[in-house]
């Protein structure tokens, strides 16, 4: 008689660790909890997408804006001196929906257009009588050390979508959406306007580097000057996973050809985001 155990049996063991681990209500701590929704995949009982999302809004209450913001450098802005010919040649050329709007300061964020309030005046041929200021909504200004979830709870609270990120002196440092959020859940979301070419690498205000994982090696090697093998690794991502042997967690580093490598974001799957530091030498020569 075969001495492995039944579905039955499986299944019970599986639903006894939840009950000792859910003791007084909640698990004893965030690994605990994740390796059971991991065994629960290894069982078939969770599938993948529902797994990565559970992992993904767990990760959420770690992060922190600065970690998925969209840069100062490529936020798009308009102003409010724009000729409305010119300022609607802009917004369907960016393809958003929300925009940041500036005056004289290009520090200071007045408040935030949306293209849908421009459509009414622009069919009417009204929108060359109309002073774009009074057309703003106010804009949502945080700091860069907010965390994600309370971020998200309030973009639902003031059903806002966009926020103005501002650095510890006040200045404007970046942007982001409800889209950057909730795509730290549930994975990239890409809409007919995004474009998966383009620049991959991101410098930061640190000096450092914000890296999509899925970047070409040879597109790394061409921005970093490095001379990785375009033949054993597609991506820069593929490229760190093997040096680490393993799924690394989000904060783990590794340094290779004077440079280091921190994972910013990773699912149970895969790495997402690098920050790409050259070290001291590299930065020497």
């Known amino acids: 008689m075969s001495s492995e155990p039944s ?14 681990a859910l003791n007084g209500g909640e698990p004893r701590n965030r690994t605990e909890l994740i390796s059971i929704l991991r065994d629960s995949h290894t069982r078939q009982l969770l599938d993948t997408e529902a797994l990565n999302i559970i992992e993904g809004a767990l990760q959420v209450s770690d992060m922190q804006v600065r970690e998925v913001m969209i840069p100062k450098s490529q936020m798009i802005m308009l102003k409010t001196n724009s000729e409305a010919d010119d300022l609607i040649a802009r917004i369907v050329e960016s393809g958003h929906s929300r925009f940041p709007v500036i005056d004289d300061d290009p520090d200071e964020v007045i408040g935030i257009l949306l293209a ?12 060359h009588r109309v002073n774009i200021k009074d057309l703003l909504r106010p804009a949502k200004v945080i700091p860069e050390s907010k965390h994600l979830n309370t971020l998200l709870k309030e973009f639902r609270a003031t059903r806002n979508h966009m926020a103005v990120v501002a650095n510890e002196y006040g ?46 090696v040879d597109e790394f090697n061409s921005h970093f000057k490095t001379g990785l093998s375009v033949d054993d690794y597609d991506t820069i991502g593929g490229f760190v996973l093997e040096k ?10 590794v340094e290779f050809s004077n440079l280091q490598f921190k994972v910013l974001n990773a699912d149970s799957r895969s790495i997402r985001l690098l920050q790409v530091t050259p070290t001291l030498e590299s930065r020497a020569i």
């Open 171 to 216: 200045s404007i440092s970046g942007l982001i959406t409800i889209e950057d959020v909730l795509e730290q859940i549930v994975g990239e979301i890409e809409d007919e306007h995004d474009i998966d070419e383009g620049e991959h690498a991101i410098k930061s205000s640190e000096g450092c580097f914000i890296v999509k994982a899925r970047t070409p």
């Open 116 to 127: 849908k309030d421009l459509l009414p005046l622009a069919v009417s041929g009204k929108l």
């Open 7 to 20: 579905n039955n049996q499986a299944s019970k063991s599986w639903l006894e660790r939840i009950s000792n």
């Open 244 to 253: 680490f042997g393993r799924l690394p967690k989000r904060n783990e580093m």
